[in-house]
């Protein structure tokens, strides 16, 4: 028998549904009387899906607790009506989809609503990469975007991404107010819908696409450094790209081209946008098995460079051919090829600005602050997430004079394989990152190098910087309630030591403080937006740093090691050795983690 309140809620979902939505929660409901088993109804009905700071992201199907055409409607009115009360009554909203189910629909839906609100949505007519919407939002000027996407989430999920008029993610006091308006919208009696047909006739839909398309390509000119090289070398380089089912292919291929990348062979199993992602577990670049068939095709037409980008196209992953092998490369050795290469070619061409800034995460690689020391560039650290690098370049604009920031702006970076260069978008994004991958690599081969060589010989320049993660996921309100008490263990009762490096430091987040270990005074933090977070900082310049989720019940653990002893070191040769202690210290600081992780829940 089903519980009462949830049989409310059914009756309630089902009269405001539209007909497809109504009949499967039907199905759902004679399904689980026929077979005695409301688990699954119960689970689809018993919460309201959460409209968080990151929107929404969840299961597709029929419920309160599902992705579907009246969760988006409830979601976009709310977002509506938040946009109206900041009073313009000419306010445009962008909207992309990723290839993932339902995407599509769940687009169209979002349009209805904001042309049956009076507003103008500017609807791509087909899958787009989430930054070239970041880049929309700029272009018409519209108030806030939307992109419906689950990012690299298994097939099952989807998700609904709202931006702000700068072209980033929504931040405070925006993401705040629009939740509180989102979750005022509680049945679709609120909500005004148009008629689609009608719509798209009146141009109140307003449906992109190629002429976006080309304005983003020639957008990406601005941050093409090596133009001369490419344009006489680029065939040089062979390329492999897959766009593992997703949006990419419709930009990434007409960008490297466009550079002057024209041996590039795509993973044809791969390139056409497919929601069930049916050549891989998981459609995410971090992955090697996302990979194996580029890797594949790589051996076979000896490629140098293997490129791959998730579903909605803002991270990139690559590989590269080294000694005969391909070598994945993570977000934070990415990131830091790229800060490298960018700064000193801007210093070699003479157009380094005094003003120039790096924007990085807390949790990505402290090799990069090193490496723009050495140039005389400042390095930003932010929150978590590529929404506070947008925020940043926000802030930089509006402090400086027209078309004059207070900071350059540079490169911005995560460790979740995120990047962005040049401010034509203001998220995370793969299409840039793949083309700049492609120029580094090209001008490492014509200097005898790979990326491989060139990341070793950072290290002997600047130390070795090595990083690592550790997830832990414990489910339900038992689970919430063991992180909550971690967390409170680490605060009260830091470690001393770790794999005997002493703890000097302990940086809160979320108090804004700092605590001297040695001292056992507690001084002013770094002066972050408020966040669930704690930095160990070691005696040699490594950190540790603990950061539960927002939105599931798992907390991870980020290694960041640093060995800086006798730098420079002599010779590339002498970084090898140095690798594999620092991957053993590694080790044992994950080791550590997990014991004391065990003592304390």
């Known amino acids: 028998m089903l519980d ?20 499967e929660t039907v199905e759902l409901l004679l399904d689980a009387l026929e077979k005695g088993d409301v688990t699954g109804i ?24 599902r992705m579907n055409r009246v969760i988006v409607a409830r979601a976009t009115q709310g977002l509506v009506n938040y946009i109206l009360q900041q009073g313009n009554p000419n306010a445009g909203v962008c909207i992309a989809y990723d290839s993932r189910h339902r995407s599509a629909e769940f687009a169209r839906e979002a349009a209805r609503v904001i042309a049956g609100n009076g507003l103008k949505a500017f609807l791509f007519e087909d899958v787009r990469p989430t930054p070239e919407l970041s880049f929309a939002v700029r272009h018409f000027k519209a108030t806030a975007g939307i992109v419906i996407t689950a990012s690299h989430n298994p097939k099952e999920y989807n998700g609904y991404k709202v931006y702000w008029s700068d072209g980033a993610q929504v931040v405070p006091p925006h993401d705040r107010a629009i939740i509180e308006e989102v979750r005022k919208v509680t049945s679709m009696a609120q909500v005004k819908l148009a008629d689609y047909k009608k719509a798209v006739q009146r141009d109140e839909i307003h449906l992109i696409g190629g002429t976006v398309d080309r304005l983003y390509l020639e957008a990406l000119e601005a941050v093409h450094l090596r133009k001369e090289l490419t344009f006489e070398r680029g065939g040089e380089l062979t390329i492999v790209y897959t766009p593992l089912h997703g949006t990419g292919i419709k930009l990434v291929p007409d960008a490297l081209r466009k550079w002057g990348f024209f041996d590039l062979h795509i993973v044809e199993e791969q390139a056409e946008p497919n929601g069930d992602f049916p050549t891989t ?22 490629g140098e460079l293997v490129l791959a980008t998730d579903p909605d196209a803002d991270r990139l992953g690559i590989a590269v051919k080294h000694d005969g ?8 050795q990415l990131g830091s090829l790229l800060t490298w290469y960018i700064c000193s070619t801007l210093k070699e061409q003479g157009a380094l600005p005094s003003n120039g800034v790096v924007i990085k995460t807390i949790v990505t690689t402290k090799l990069a602050e090193a490496i723009a020391a050495d140039f005389g560039v400042a390095v930003e650290n932010c929150l978590t997430g590529f929404k506070y690098i947008g925020a940043l370049i926000r ?10 920031p207070s900071k350059r702006f540079l490169f911005g970076f995560e460790e979740s394989y995120g990047y962005l260069a040049g401010t034509h978008a203001r998220d995370k994004d793969s299409v840039v990152a793949a083309c700049l991958a492609a120029e580094l690599a090209l001008w490492a081969k014509q200097n005898g190098m790979t990326l491989v060589d060139l990341l070793h010989d950072l290290y002997a320049r600047y130390g070795i910087y090595l990083e690592s993660q550790l997830s832990k996921t414990m489910p339900g309100m038992a689970g919430m309630q063991q992180i909550n008490r971690l967390m409170q263990s680490l605060r009260s009762a830091p470690p001393a030591e770790f794999a005997g490096v002493k703890v000097l430091g302990v940086t809160d987040i979320d108090s804004d403080s700092r605590l001297d270990m040695v001292t056992g005074k507690r001084g002013r933090g770094p002066g972050l937006p408020r966040s669930n977070v704690l930095i160990f900082e070691l005696a ?24 800086r002893e006798g730098v420079p070191l002599a010779k ?8 594999a202690a620092a ?17 304390r829940t």
């Open 4 to 23: 009462k309140d949830i049989s409310i809620k059914v009756r309630e979902f089902v009269q405001g549904a539209d007909a497809d939505t109504a009949r």
């Open 281 to 302: 577990k998981s459609p995410n670049p971090e992955e090697r098995a996302a990979m194996e068939l580029a890797l594949a095709l790589a051996a076979r037409c000896n």
């Open 540 to 563: 040699d310049g490594s950190q540790i740093v603990a950061r539960p989720s927002g939105t599931e019940p798992k907390i991870k653990f980020y290694f960041m090691l640093v060995d």
């Open 325 to 332: 092998e391909y070598k994945l490369l993570t977000g934070n």
């Open 583 to 599: 991957e053993e210290k590694l080790k044992q600081y994950r080791a550590q983690m997990e014991s004391l992780i065990s003592e």
């Open 395 to 404: 802030q930089y604009e509006e402090e400086g004079a027209p078309e004059q």
């Open 572 to 579: 590339r040769e002498d970084v090898l050795p140095r690798i």
């Open 42 to 65: 119960v689970d689809a009905f018993y919460q309201e899906l959460d409209f968080g700071t990151g929107g929404l992201r969840g299961i597709m199907g029929a419920g309160t607790n």
